[in-house]
């Protein structure tokens, strides 16, 4: 069974520092892995999504994140953050298990709080 | 326009009242799914649908049921709604053509049972 698991709930960076979020998978199968946005009130969007080709994946609105098999990680990070990041931000992991990609899992999310 | 919809973005509801929330989608996929999104538990899944045929349970499907009324249509029932169901849900879809790897969301239904 996969899962996820999303270090820290809450992260808080200055203005123009980098962001780095946390996560780290469980997988029986190489896995697919993505990083979703949710601003206030809204539904998720996909920031990237890493489907077994280059493991350093670069997604909308400056953020990457890297795969790193030996270490179950696919962390999100931005080099300079920016007030409109301030965000809950998802990472999911979902199989292919031949007949199809079931349903996502995801972590529990992480607040990004943007300091001025 | 939106290309998945749902309807409707808010309730407020009884317990022991029967719901039904519906999600529309006009990007052609075949398969859809429903979540639910409670604070701190980021995303679960409660079912999911390959085609109008296949439906299938997520991790908590109890007190839900589905219908896949058309392909471009699949709605979310609580046949008696309880407290703990007060959650955010979001319905997905996502295209076996390229894999059905990547899904799509819509706005939100944010339901409040009281």
């Known amino acids: 069974a996969q899962s996820v698991t999303q270090l820290g709930s809450h992260v808080s960076v200055s203005e123009g520092a980098l962001v780095l979020l946390r996560c780290n998978y469980s997988?029986?199968?190489?896995?697919?892995l993505f990083w979703y946005v949710q601003y206030p009130n809204q539904g998720l969007q996909l920031l990237l999504k890493y489907t077994s080709a280059a493991t350093l994946v670069k997604g909308i609105n400056g953020f990457e994140a890297e795969f790193k098999k030996s270490e179950t990680s696919f962390h999100l990070t931005k080099p300079s953050a920016h007030m409109s990041d301030a965000a809950e931000y998802f990472c999911a992991v979902s199989e292919y298990s031949g007949g199809g990609a079931d349903g996502l899992t995801f972590g529990k999310g992480t607040h990004l709080i943007i300091q001025p | 326009d939106a290309d998945v919809t749902q309807t409707p973005r808010n309730r407020i509801t009884k317990t022991g009242k029967r719901i039904m929330l519906e999600c529309s989608q006009t990007k052609g996929h075949d398969r859809m799914y429903w979540y639910r999104q409670d604070p701190g538990l980021g995303l679960q899944l409660i079912y999911y649908s390959f085609d109008v045929k296949d439906i299938n349970k997520g991790e908590i499907s109890d007190g839900y049921s589905v219908s896949r009324q058309a392909q471009a249509k699949f709605s979310l029932s609580l046949e008696s709604a309880i407290p703990n169901q007060t959650a955010l849900y979001f319905c997905?879809?996502?295209?076996?053509?390229?894999?059905?790897?990547?899904?799509?969301f819509g706005p939100g239904t944010r339901l409040t049972v009281l």
């Open positions: 997905a879809t996502s295209d076996s053509g390229t894999g059905g790897i990547e899904q799509f």
């Open positions: 997988s029986s199968v190489p896995p697919y």
